[in-house]
């Protein structure tokens, strides 16, 4: 158990937090085995995970994007994720939890995520959401699923959506390849940030990040601002959507661009 943990710091990149996680699943496993008597004793007793520093996250800045886009190339399931997540401040659970009912013209309905246990589930928040998207984005969708026959955008050919961790393997070889560091905790949840911080700074108001972001409650949440939803409401943040697409289509080099439909 404790190279299971080594390796998952070392050769996953895996944070404390998810160390953490991963364990105490493993923890309920073993109670159960014991009380089971499958086991005489959980060996998790013996264990103890050290808790690193606290580090604070930070986003991307366009050019880290741009790079590790480009950099997944051969991973174009992973790339689209990543498009989907930069674009739209979507969760990964969120972003492979999208099927073609959720997807209109210039708006997504964000209503379910797929968990890393496999399961269809109400987002983190337990409250849906409406979310522009901009018309390249929205093409680049349509275009999947006129050639697939599937009802999920991520699926792995077999009926079943790509697990988390499929995802989230392909994003953190990245690092391994290209010169940004990860002690700031950089990740895939990172993408998020970096749509939030690229609203902010483009001056989109606090209660309208809010909204789009999908928090939980309070000032700024989908059901205490908004009765009644249209996107023409959001029509700055679309805008702001559709100069991002723009940006990276002048940065991404051209076989990125071409799976992206940019």
Known sequence: IRQWIYELKTSKGMYDSSIKVNSGVLNIILTSAVEERIINRNPME??????????????FTLFELVKVLDNLQNSPKTLIACYISALTGLRLG??????????????????????????ITSPKTHNSRYVT??????????????????EFLF???????????????????NFKKLNIQREQKLS?????????TY???????DRKIKTIMGHSSGVGSMTERYTTWNPSMFNDV????????????TLLNPKTKKILML
């Open 46 to 59: 013996f264990v103890r995970i050290k808790q690193g520093s606290f580090k604070t996250r930070r986003a």
């Open 94 to 119: 969120e972003v492979l939890g999208l099927e073609r009912k959720n997807i209109y013209k210039n708006f997504i309905d964000v209503k379910q995520q797929h968990t890393v246990f496999g399961e």
């Open 133 to 150: 998207i901009p018309k390249k984005l929205s093409n680049l969708l349509e275009s999947i699923f006129e050639n697939e026959n599937s």
């Open 155 to 173: 699926e792995n050919g077999k009926g079943k959506v790509i697990s988390n961790s499929t995802i989230q393997s392909a994003f953190l070889r």
């Open 188 to 196: 895939f949840h990172s993408l998020r940030h970096f749509f939030n």
């Open 199 to 205: 609203l902010t700074e483009n001056d989109i108001s």
């Open 238 to 249: 679309l805008s702001i959507q559709n100069e991002l697409c723009q940006n990276l289509s």
